[in-house]
């Protein structure tokens, strides 16, 4: 399944588990928390979160990457 995760219409514990590959980073900071509990309502109980998270800190910012403006964000 592919889509936003921020309005993704999925049923409660419909997977054993959710990845999201280099996706966190490009989600606002106060939206973080909101998205991680949609997700936990989508894993079946003991499901797993597969998610690489930012190492860069500081303010949601918008950067140029490979000549393309690209939003981040991190902790």
């Known amino acids: 399944m592919r889509g936003d995760f921020l309005t993704l219409g999925v049923p409660a514990?419909?997977?054993?588990?959710?990845?999201?590959?280099?996706?966190?980073?490009?989600?606002?900071?106060?939206?973080?928390?909101?998205?991680?509990?949609?997700?936990?309502?989508?894993?079946?109980?003991?499901?797993?979160?597969?998610?690489?998270?930012?190492?860069h800190g500081g303010p949601d910012r918008v950067e140029n990457w490979l000549g393309v403006d690209m939003f981040f964000s991190g902790w």
């Open 13 to 55: 514990e419909s997977f054993d588990a959710v990845t999201a590959f280099y996706s966190f980073t490009h989600v606002p900071r106060d939206e973080h928390s909101v998205l991680l509990r949609r997700i936990n309502g989508w894993l079946k109980s003991g499901g797993l979160l597969l998610a690489p998270l930012s190492t």
